[in-house]
């Protein structure tokens, strides 16, 4: 089994509004990660999570704040976003983040900021 | 710096062979992917190959590696109208974490 399942699978928020993303994988994965796609680009590295601890932050604004609460989880926090946020927000997993490990992705969450 | 570079778009007829071609930049990249996305969903993990491999074949894919030209190319046999997506090549393994560089991605639009 190599899936990644998250939720919502799509969700609309005003500029004012505080909304969660959820990850989840049951493949023993210690490497968990957020990625965001916008139109027609390829993803975007947002965070790393190793071992659920941040390991990686690719300079992404505060308003999107990760949380990984166990080995299975991972959550995107989002809170003041703008409409330039809009994108497919994407969680894959890997074993663990040595170099070469295979990420399996999810189905993504289409977000849209009004 | 870290770079791949695909085409954007390749059309194929239905039951023809596809080649889909990706270069990339960084010499220690371990592994290279190809991943394949459908409209609106997440990326579909297709197949990959370790650099210090040539070719990797599975089922429909196959996979050749050119390491002294840094030239990734994608097979795949048969091209059916569920093959049109868009594939996006990837390198793995470069920098201090598993970082993935992704590639523009091709758009393949397989017609009867």
């Known amino acids: 089994d190599t899936e990644v399942t998250q939720t919502p699978k799509h969700l609309v928020m005003g500029m004012t509004n505080k909304k969660s993303l959820k990850c989840e994988q049951h493949?023993?994965?210690?490497?968990m990660y957020w990625y965001k796609q916008k139109a027609k680009k390829p993803p975007e590295l947002m965070f790393v999570?190793?071992?659920?601890?941040?390991?990686i932050n690719e300079s992404v604004p505060s308003r999107f704040s990760p949380e990984c609460p166990n080995s299975s989880l991972l959550n995107l926090h989002l809170h003041a976003l703008q409409p330039e946020d809009s994108a497919l927000y994407l969680c894959a997993s890997s074993q663990t983040t040595a170099k070469g490990e295979t990420q399996y992705f999810g189905p993504g969450t289409r977000l849209l900021v009004l | 710096g870290e770079d791949v570079e695909q085409s954007l778009f390749l059309s194929v007829r239905e039951g023809d062979s596809s080649v889909i071609n990706c270069t990339y930049t960084?010499?220690?990249?371990?592994?290279l992917y190809w991943y394949k996305q459908e409209p609106g969903a997440g990326l579909q993990l297709l197949t990959y190959i370790f650099s210090n491999m040539d070719m990797k074949q599975d089922q429909r894919l196959t996979v050749l590696l050119n390491k002294k030209d840094k030239h990734l190319s994608l097979r795949i046999a048969d091209t059916q109208t569920g093959d049109s997506a868009i594939y996006f090549c990837?390198?793995?393994?470069?920098?201090?974490?598993?970082?993935?560089?992704f590639g523009a991605g091709t758009r393949l639009a397989v017609h009867p």
């Open positions: 493949m023993g994965h210690r490497a």
């Open positions: 960084d010499s220690s990249s371990t592994y």
């Open positions: 999570y190793s071992y659920e601890k941040l390991s």
């Open positions: 990837a390198e793995g393994g470069s920098g201090g974490y598993n970082k993935l560089i």
